[in-house]
């Protein structure tokens, strides 16, 4: 299935379009919207009302009981996140160590530094939106290493899902790319489509015993 910028495609009760930046799934009769940025960032869009489960919570409009196990229970955000994971072939770690933890081998002070920079792009002031949560998730990647960072920086990601977040609050950023020395959001893309899912995991693995 191929589909070009500003296209749309229908195929059975879903209809498919591209704007150049998200790449957009409806599906008709439920009014579900699936986002997706071309990157690691995807909204799922639900009516009022619309009763869900998982890693989204429960659409009750009470956040204090979103955080819940498959098994209905409240935990924390890693026994949520390894409740709910998809492993049919088991590549999934459970309860891999804290970002803290790793940081002692790769410096979390560099990490740290190198996040908050990009953190400092042009234009990123403008929003509103706290960048802390941001910060930390670019700040375990880089210690962790799981990531494609000979090809896309963690950092790049975390800019780019910042600036995501900002545009749903009507702050549309542009140019921070070059200030942070990241390809452009369609260069981003091609190096995740053509990474291809699931990574691979032997490379993966070699690049952490770096």
Not at 139 to 145: E, F, K, L, W
């Amino acid at each position: 299935m191929n589909i070009t910028d500003g296209g749309t495609l229908k195929t059975g009760p879903m209809t498919v379009s591209f704007d150049g930046r998200n790449l957009r799934l409806l599906l008709e009769g439920s009014g579900v919207e699936v986002v997706w940025d071309g990157l690691v960032s995807v909204h799922i869009l639900v009516p009022m009302g619309t009763n869900t489960c998982g890693l989204c919570g429960n659409n009750d409009f009470n956040p204090t009981n979103d955080l819940l196990t498959r098994g209905g229970v409240l935990g924390t955000s890693v026994a949520i996140g390894d409740s709910w994971a998809v492993d049919r072939y088991s590549r999934c770690e459970n309860n891999l160590a804290s970002s803290n933890q790793r940081c002692v081998m790769t410096s979390k002070r560099l990490a740290a530094e190198r996040c908050e920079a990009a953190f400092k792009a042009m234009g990123l002031s403008r929003c509103s939106i706290d960048n802390v949560p941001y910060i930390a998730g670019c700040v375990a990647d880089v210690c962790t290493q799981n990531w494609i960072a000979d090809r896309l920086a963690p950092e790049c990601i975390a800019v780019s899902t910042y600036v995501e977040r900002c545009a749903l609050d009507g702050v549309r950023i542009w140019g921070w790319e070059e200030s942070v020395n990241c390809p452009p959001l369609y260069r981003m893309q091609d190096i995740i489509v053509s990474e291809g899912c699931p990574q691979d995991v032997e490379r993966l693995l070699r690049r952490k015993a770096i």
